[in-house]
Structure formats: C-alpha cells, structure tokens
C-alpha cells in the first residue's frame, strides 16, 4: 500500500478500523491461530496492541497512534516498551470472560464474532479468555477503560527469546478515553504516531552488549525503531517491536528497511535486567 492511501486512511478514523478489521479477519479465517493442545498455562501472556487517537500537540495530533508502556525499574525487562498485557490467570481469566458475553462487551460488537462462536468454537473461546486476561492486565496497568474499547481482532503470537514466553496479541481501539494512569509497573505511557513508523529514517540496528557473569558478557544486535520527542529517545526492540512490525505488514504491506542497511545504536543491557531490578 502506498503511503498515499496509508494518509488518507489514518485521516478517517472510521475507515481505518474497518481496514483493520478486514484485513485481520482475511488472514484469520482460514488458520488456528492459537495453540490449544498441552498449553503451559505458565507460558503464555496476552497483551493489547492498543491503538488511539495521538494526545501531542503537533501535526499529528488525532491521528491514530500506538499506545506503549515504559516499564518502571521495579519490573523485569525495565526500560523497555511494551503492550499493556500479561500472564493468563486461568481461573480468574475464565470468569472475568463470562464477562465478555454481555452484548456491551468490546468482544459482542465485534463483527465476526457470532461467526466465530458458530464455525470455530473451541478457538473462539481460547479468544475471548486471551482477550480477558489482556482488558484485566491493562486496567491493573494504565487504568485502561474495558468498556470504551472496540476490538479489531487478532495477531499472530509471538515467542520471546530470553523467556519461556508466548504472547497473543490482541488489536484495539481505545474510543474515548484521554488520560491513563499507570501504577508501579509502568515507568510512563508511550504514544507513537502510526505515521511514524512508515519513516525509514527512524529505523537502526540496535547492538546490545548483555551482561553474563556466568559467561562473560554477550554481544547481540536486533532492529529496532527510535522515537524521539521533546529531547527523549525510546527504543522499541525485541517483542513489541516484532509485533508492531507484523501488524503493518499485515494491515499496510509496509516491510522495514533491511537491517544491515540500517545506522547501528549502542545499548547496554544490565544482569538484573532478567530479574526484578533491586
């Protein structure tokens, strides 16, 4: 898609979701997409890909935007970006989703989800208790609203590669909520003009040197994006980054620029960045 009709869709707000919900729900109709065989409840995370409209004061101001959290140095991973989300919590998960039947829910208004119930029931339910566990873990995080969201469907998992971890992202729009108020999880909330992203000048090779007492310390690189804004620099790497990029690739055809082309950016990661940090 050229960035013509990409601008013209992040200028209508209507237009752009129903794109959304119909390019997701192409690729999702003929695959299984979640994993329902010997699941290691442990192992598995849902997090919201969570879209709105940018708060900033600039030239995209309204235009639809990635909604991040910084972690806080009291967390694992602290400094990085991340999708509000987390750990399934099977039993409260599985109550908390009898709560997505009543016909307010983000999960009933959403388009195909009748057609789901009806054609692929066992992965329908696997979907609305991921989607549970991602509405619970965001209010816990950000105060997310449940209630002022619309579901757009959802992502491909992705694994992590320091943890035994798979997360199941899950597309929304937040409709009406302005403000957040993140606990001690979250450093900050993080909101990235989508149009941003499309740049290829605000993509680098990030070289991670990774501390290893046991080993010696580990030299590693990965792509990454940079936003930057009123003198800060975030960098979103790792996971998030995977998934933000399959989601314009799936929703734009938008591919990145090739990584050894990219300017390299130096970063350091600490040994208590695996653990909770002191």
Known sequence: MDLKNVDRLLQQHGLFRQHIIDRLNAQNSHQSIFKLENVDWHSVSAVLFLLGKYPGNDRFYGQPCLILNKRSVKVRQPGDLCCPGGRISPRLDAALATLLRFPQSPLARWQH???????????????????????????????????????????????????????????????????????????????????????PAKYARYRLRIENPSAGDILNTFPCFRYEKAGDTDILWGATYRIAI?????????????????????GHIGRSYLSRAP
């Open 113 to 199: 989800w009748q057609r789901w119930r009806r054609e692929r029931p066992r992965q329908a339910e696997w979907l609305r208790l991921l989607l549970a566990t991602g509405l619970r873990e965001s209010l816990e995080e950000m105060r997310l609203n449940p209630f002022g969201l619309t579901f757009l469907g959802p992502l491909p998992a992705q694994s992590l590669v320091m943890f035994n971890r798979v997360i199941y992202p899950m597309v929304v729009w937040v409709s009406g909520q302005k403000r957040f108020y993140p606990n001690w999880e979250v450093d900050k909330i993080v909101y990235i003009p989508l149009r941003k992203l499309f740049d």
């Open 246 to 266: 399959g989601f314009l690739k799936r929703i734009f055809d938008f591919e990145p620029p090739k990584t050894h082309s990219l300017p390299e950016i130096h």
